[in-house]
């Protein structure tokens, strides 16, 4: 009885480590980017998302936990505003804007405590089409080993992404009701 505790803890160790080892060669990198095309001009979209209060109407993040407490500071919009958030579904961070070029760029910083820690970079970007603006929404950050395991049984691009494509539709909406 005890060889076959020892050989099914050898094993699941030699597992472990395998998937360990599988799990350090992947990227240390990660990108998720989704974009929506709406139709409305850059200039109408743009102050949607470069002041954090009204980015949060849209935002499915901030609107997915109704438990969570946030707080406003620096300015209204642009460079140095600030949003730190603490929920229970919406985790434990700080969202800063470090770039607003208007009307085509706003770039903003994810600081996240928890659930675990995260220091991630956020860019919209704004693309004129004619009546229309294309609208990319893509977040990219370092993924440490915890990390790559994690995203061995999790998709981090379809959960993230996924977040991505609900938010630009509730944009679009609000974007184009302004007709």
């Given at each position: 009885m005890i060889e076959i505790l020892i050989y099914v803890a050898l094993a699941i160790a030699v597992c472990v480590g395998a998937l360990v080892i599988y799990a350090a060669r992947q990227p240390d990198t990660f990108r998720?980017?989704?974009t929506a095309?709406?139709?409305?001009?850059?200039e109408r979209i743009y102050p949607l998302i470069n002041e954090l209060r009204t980015m949060n109407t849209w935002n499915p993040f901030a609107l997915s936990d109704p438990q969570m407490n946030g707080s406003y500071s620096g300015p209204a919009s642009g460079v140095g505003a600030q949003f730190a958030f603490e929920?229970?579904?919406?985790?434990?961070?700080?969202i800063e804007?470090?770039?607003a070029i208007s009307p085509s760029k706003v770039a903003l910083r994810l600081a996240?405590?928890?659930p675990m820690k995260a220091d991630n970079a956020i860019e919209f970007s704004l693309d004129p089409?004619?009546?229309?603006?294309d609208v990319t929404w893509a977040m990219t950050g370092q993924t440490p080993l915890t990390g790559k395991v994690l995203h061995l049984f999790m998709d981090?691009?379809?959960?993230?992404?996924?977040?991505?494509?609900e938010g630009l539709a509730k944009l679009k909406v609000i974007a184009e009701e302004g007709d």
């Open positions: 998720v980017a989704r095309n709406i139709n409305a001009p850059a929920g229970k579904k919406s985790g434990a961070g700080r804007i470090t770039e996240m405590w928890r089409k004619g009546a229309s603006t981090v691009d379809k959960m993230c992404g996924g977040a991505f494509e």
